[in-house]
C-alpha cells in the first residue's frame, strides 16, 4: 500500500488548488451563499473546459479516464477551499452509477454531456428519514403503460434547482426486505409534475426539495435492473462516503492552517498567543486529528483504487470524518476567540461547512450502524494470521 501521489498526481493537486485560489476566493463563497444559484456558472464552465467533470469517466464518453485517487485529490482541493458548486453530486455520485450500473445509451447521452459540457445531475434518494435506509426510500413508482410513474417527494437534494437531469430512487415494490423493490431512474429536471424548492440551511448549501406529481418515466431511463436499484444506492453510498471524506479532510486541514497561522500572528500581553502552552497543546491534538483522519482517507481510497471497496472502512472513515472536521474546527474558532464564530472570519465558514458534510452520504448513526453489521464477520488481522 503506497500513498505516495504520482508527478501526474502532483500536478493535478498543483493546478487544481491554484484554479480555485484565484476563482474562488472566500469573498466569492460569502456572496454566493445569498446567490439563487449556489454556485458560479463561469467557474464550473471553466472547470469543465480544463476536463474535471470527465476526471474518471472513460474516454469513449469524453473522459479522461482517470483514477479514484484522481478524483480523491480534486475533492480534497475542494474541501481545502470550500468550494460550493455541484461537483460532488454531479461527478461523485450521478456519473459514477451511470457509468458502472447505466445502459450504453444513458452512457453516451450523459456521460458524454457531463464531461464536455459540464451537465448537472443530482443524486436523489433521501425522503422523510433521510437516513440513507432502503426503509426510507418510498416514492412510488408505479408501472404505466411502457414506464412509469413517479409519486413522491425527496428531500435535500443538492443543486435540484440547476439539474438538467435527477437520479431518482423510487419503490416499484413493496416488501418485507425493504432492500428489494428499488429502483433507480434518471428523469429530466424539467418534466411535467416536478416542483423544486430550496430548503434553507445554516450552510446555504443549496439542498432542496423535489416533489413528484404523477411524473412518466420510460422504461429506458431505469437505470440498472427493476427492483435492483438497492445495490446502486450502496455503491454510490461507500463510493461517495471515500470521496465526502477526502472533502472534509481538506477543510480540516484547511482549518488547522488557518488556526496556526492566526496563533502565530495574533498578540497577547506582548508575545503571540501560539507561544501558550495550553493553545499549544490544543494545536496539537489539532494535528493528529488531522492527520489520522488523512491516513484513513488515503487507506479507503487506494482500496478503491484498487477495486477493493471495503464497507467496513469506507464507513468508518466517513465517521472519522464526520466528528474530526467539527471537532478541529471548534477548536480553530476557540483559538480565534469570540471574533471566530462571526462570518468575518474565515473559519466560521469552515465550522459551517463542518455540519453541513457531516449529513452528506450518512451522518454517524448510518456508518455506525454498518460498521456494527461488518463486525459480525469481521476477524481482525492478528487472529487470521495464526493460523
Known sequence: MDFGLTKDQELIRKSIREFFEKECPKEKIRELKTDKKGY??????????????????????????????????????????????PFFTTVCQS???????????????????IAEKGEITSYAVNEAKADYSAADIQLAATPQGDGFVLNGVKLFVPYANSATHL???GRTKKSENPEEGVTL?????????IEIEEIPTAARDMKCEVRFANVGVSKENVVGEIDKGWQI???????????????????????????????????????????FQSLQHRLVNMLTEVDGLKNLVYEAAWYMDQGKPDTMLNSMVKVKANN??????????????????????????????????????????VHKERIAMELDRYEPLFLSMRA
Open 324 to 365: 474530526v472536521y467539527h471537532r478541529v474546527c471548534y477548536d480553530a474558532v476557540y483559538i480565534h476567540g469570540a471574533i471566530g464564530w462571526t462570518e468575518e472570519m474565515d473559519i466560521s465558514l469552515y465550522l459551517l461547512r463542518s455540519k453541513a458534510n457531516e449529513n452528506d452520504c450518512g451522518a454517524n448513526g
Open 185 to 193: 431512474f434518471l428523469v429530466d429536471a424539467k418534466s411535467k409534475g
Open 233 to 275: 444506492v450502496d455503491y454510490v453510498l461507500q463510493y461517495g462516503a471515500v470521496l465526502k471524506s477526502a472533502e472534509m479532510s481538506g477543510g480540516v486541514q484547511a482549518a488547522l492552517d488557518i488556526a496556526t497561522r492566526y496563533a502565530k500572528e495574533r498578540y497577547q500581553f506582548g508575545k503571540p498567543i501560539g507561544s
Open 167 to 169: 437520479l431518482v430512487a
Open 40 to 85: 458560479d456558472p463561469k467557474m464550473w464552465k471553466k472547470l469543465a473546459d480544463l476536463g474535471y467533470m470527465g476526471l474518471v469517466i472513460p474516454e469513449e464518453y469524453s473522459g479522461a479516464e482517470g483514477s479514484f485517487l484522481d478524483l480523491m485529490i480534486v475533492m480534497e482541493e475542494i474541501g481545502r477551499n470550500i468550494v460550493p458548486g
Open 95 to 113: 456519473a459514477p452509477a451511470i457509468e458502472k450500473f447505466g445502459t450504453p445509451v444513458q452512457k453516451k447521452n450523459l456521460l458524454k454531456k
